[in-house]
């Protein structure tokens, strides 16, 4: 009782999307943090590598960054990288993320963050002392195609999830989304209508809450 009446709210550490930062992941979230409050606070991290060549929206203070590279300063989610690169480098940053700004409960990852916390998943169930989180939502996510990734799918994720399915995005196509979640030992998958982006009407604000309370102090897990 005394957990609950504390009423804490859950914070989930954000991973962003190829080509964002902490700041535009921040800004593209509003509505989902409006659905949270007072149930989970969202907090974000930037990824380590700032991406070659900026892009149009592109200030010199906050570049695009992304947590990995499947060819030189380039990323493609499709792509069977033989050489990819960063990965290391956004692993350490995470776990410095969860040590300094914890403690966290969950991760909540977008396209390539999504990527990047199931590997952060696959490392936690197998006791990796610098990832203490106890779930993660991952929005748009997918498994990496590099061969030299592949020891994070070897066995399935004991790790509890919610995985959210865009039917029209054209970006990471719902049937990688899937196929991510069937790496987990029990996925929960939420399917919406739309694209790519994090979704926060209605019925993906039930389904975050209802994914959300199984970890709430004092509901029972």
Avoid at 116 to 135: K, N
Wanted: overall charge neutral; charged content about 20%.
């Amino acid at each position: 009782a005394g957990a609950m009446s504390e009423g804490r709210p859950l914070r989930l550490l954000g991973l962003h999307g190829y080509r964002q930062s902490e700041r535009r992941f921040r800004q593209r979230t509003g509505a989902l943090r409006k659905a949270l409050r007072g149930r989970a606070e969202l907090v974000a991290v930037s990824a380590p590598h700032p991406v070659p060549g900026g892009g149009e929206d592109d200030d010199g203070d906050d570049p695009p960054r992304g947590w990995w590279f499947s060819g030189p300063g380039t990323f493609e989610a499709g792509e069977v990288a033989a050489a990819p690169a960063g990965l290391e480098e956004s692993l350490s940053a995470v776990a410095a993320a969860l040590a300094e700004h914890g403690p966290f409960d969950g991760l909540l990852g977008f396209s390539q963050g999504a990527a990047l916390a199931a590997m952060v998943c696959a490392l936690r169930a197998r006791g990796d002392p610098r990832f203490p989180v106890a779930f993660a939502i991952l929005v748009a996510g997918f498994a990496s195609r590099a061969p030299a990734h592949g020891h994070f799918y070897r066995e399935p994720i004991a790790l509890p999830t919610l995985h959210v399915v865009g039917d029209a995005d054209a970006v990471i196509a719902a049937p990688l989304s899937r196929e991510l979640a069937q790496r987990f030992v029990e996925p929960v998958v939420l399917t919406h209508p739309g694209g790519h982006f994090v979704p926060a009407a209605a019925p993906q604000k039930k389904a975050y809450l209802d994914f959300l309370d199984r970890f709430r102090p004092g509901q029972g897990q």
